[in-house]
């Protein structure tokens, strides 16, 4: 069955100090992996889409990258503005999405 | 561009009560999502339009909740008659290829 696991749960950062989550997947054929930033009450707002192995993305202080079993989103230097829930999902062959539960980021000014 | 529509954005209701989600999504944007999003989870997929047609909607749970497209543009979520369990957001989201547009969202509190 096609899965998404994101990691960690949640990150506190200091601002300034760069990190990186984790997306981990399988799926029976992959079409594309997305990132998303979900502010509180709020939809998910689309960050990338990566479409193979080696691929790699950047916006800002976001960069994310990808291989055949999991996607990176690298923030560096951080702002408290960043704070929010990044999400991942995978879309397949089948056209259908599976996210993840997403890694909820603080940055402490 | 106008974004993805959702209304109403809060929603209370008892239980057993029935309750519908509109949805409004991107001009031109053929496809059409209903997702549900529990607390600390990330969305899970209800059911996908393409067009006026149903193409997924394998984790729709029938014996409650129905959805409908007309003319291939808004969209109607309804849940008759609503559970404790459905508490969640219920989310709209809309595409012209394979990046997703989202919707604000409902959030649905069944006491």
């Known amino acids: 069955e096609d899965q998404v696991t994101q990691s960690p749960e949640a990150l506190r950062l200091q601002e300034g100090e760069s990190s990186s989550l984790n997306c981990s997947y399988t799926?029976?054929?992959?079409?594309?992996l997305f990132w998303y930033r979900q502010d509180p009450g709020k939809g998910p707002e689309f960050l990338f889409t990566?479409?193979?192995a080696g691929e790699e993305k950047e916006k800002e202080r976001l960069k994310a990258t990808l291989t055949k079993k999991e996607s990176f989103l690298h923030i560096t230097a951080p702002k408290p503005e960043d704070s929010a829930t990044y999400l991942c999902?995978?879309?397949?062959?089948?056209?259908?999405?599976?996210f993840g539960t997403g890694t909820s980021l603080t940055v402490i000014p | 561009e106008a974004g993805v529509v959702q209304s109403p954005r809060y929603k209370i209701i008892e239980k057993k009560q029935p309750v519908a989600f509109w949805c409004n999504p991107i001009?031109?944007?053929?496809?059409l999502y209903w997702y549900r999003q529990n607390l600390g989870q990330g969305p899970e997929l209800l059911i996908r339009?393409?067009?006026?047609?149903?193409?997924?909607d394998s984790q729709l749970p029938k014996d409650r909740f129905s959805a409908e497209r007309l003319k291939g543009v808004d969209s109607t979520l309804k849940i008759q008659p609503a559970e404790l369990g459905d508490s969640a957001v219920y989310l709209c989201?809309?595409?012209?290829?394979?990046?997703?547009?989202f919707g604000p969202g409902t959030r649905l509190t069944v006491t």
């Open positions: 989201a809309s595409s012209s290829g394979l990046r997703q547009y």
């Open positions: 799926v029976s054929g992959l079409r594309g």
């Open positions: 990566l479409y193979s």
């Open positions: 999902a995978v879309l397949n062959t089948g056209n259908q999405f599976y």
């Open positions: 001009s031109g944007h053929n496809t």
């Open positions: 339009y393409e067009n006026e047609e149903a193409v997924d």
